[in-house]
T-cell receptor, first 115, second 112 residues
Framework: DADVTQTPRNRITKTGKRIMLECSQT?????MYWYRQDPGLGLRLIYY???????NKGEISDGYSVSRQAQAKFSLSLESAIPNQTALYFC??????????????FGPGTRLTVL | EDKVVQSPLSLVVHEGDTVTLNCSYE??????LLWYKQEKKAPTFLFML????IEKKSGRLSSILDKKELFSILNITATQTGDSAIYLC????????????FGQGTTLQVKP
């Protein structure tokens, strides 16, 4: 079974709709991240969380919100989707950042299209 | 502002060729540089580099870090079509956030 799962894997929606993307992990990691990927721009951080009480904005948080429902679950919401939010979205997890534990583990991604 | 820049952005080679991918970084209180390979969807981890001049190697892939000149290279020898992917590098600072700063990625296409 995959350690980091995302649902849905693909979603097409219309401008103005509210969308929630969900991420679950079985790795037992405290840290979770949401990224979006656009062609030629690499991965850009939207939000990250260290635990259920800790939420932090990344470099492109406008238009997005998140919820950390449990250690294993981190959801990303688009309150009113717009076409330029069409992208590939990744959830990732990492350990506490101890020496040698910088690697992040990625989910399979959600391809979101906003019409 | 922290940034990571990769070059070239895309590359087309033939099987058997050797390629070198470049990654330069400006990361506050730099701690490590990571390389990922992204084939169809999720990036998968290749290497993490923390010390200058020490080569990390896995099969035909190898990578090295130069902390003085602030760059890293990823070498792939005897390329195969299965090496076709986007290669991402990311820098991490020593702050407790664990955040990675990703470059734009290099898209490598290996033709038969």
């Amino acid at each position: 079974d995959a350690d980091v799962t995302q649902t849905p894997r693909n979603r097409i929606t219309k401008t103005g709709k509210r969308i929630m993307l969900e991420c679950s992990q079985t790795k037992g990691h405290d840290r979770m991240y949401w990224y979006r990927q656009d062609p030629g721009l690499g991965l850009r951080l939207i939000y990250y969380s260290f635990d259920v009480k800790d939420i932090n904005k990344g470099e492109i948080s406008d238009g997005y919100s998140v919820s950390r429902q449990a250690q294993a679950k981190f959801s990303l919401s688009l309150e009113s989707a717009i076409p330029n939010q069409t992208a590939l979205y990744f959830c990732a997890t990492s350990d506490l950042g101890l020496e040698g534990a910088d690697e992040q583990f990625f989910g399979p991604g959600t391809r979101l299209t906003v019409l | 502002e922290d940034k990571v820049v990769q070059s070239p952005l895309s590359l087309v080679v033939h099987e058997g060729d050797t390629v070198t991918l470049n990654c330069s970084y400006e990361v506050t209180n730099f701690r490590s540089l990571l390389w990922y390979k992204q084939e169809k969807k999720a990036p998968t981890f290749l290497f993490m580099l923390t010390s200058s001049g020490i080569e990390k190697k896995s099969g035909r892939l190898s990578s090295i870090l130069d902390k003085k000149e602030l760059f890293s290279i990823l070498n792939i020898t005897a390329t195969q079509t299965g090496d076709s992917a986007i290669y991402l590098c990311a820098g991490r600072g020593s702050s407790n956030t664990g955040k990675l700063i990703f470059g734009q990625g290099t898209t490598l296409q290996v033709k038969p």
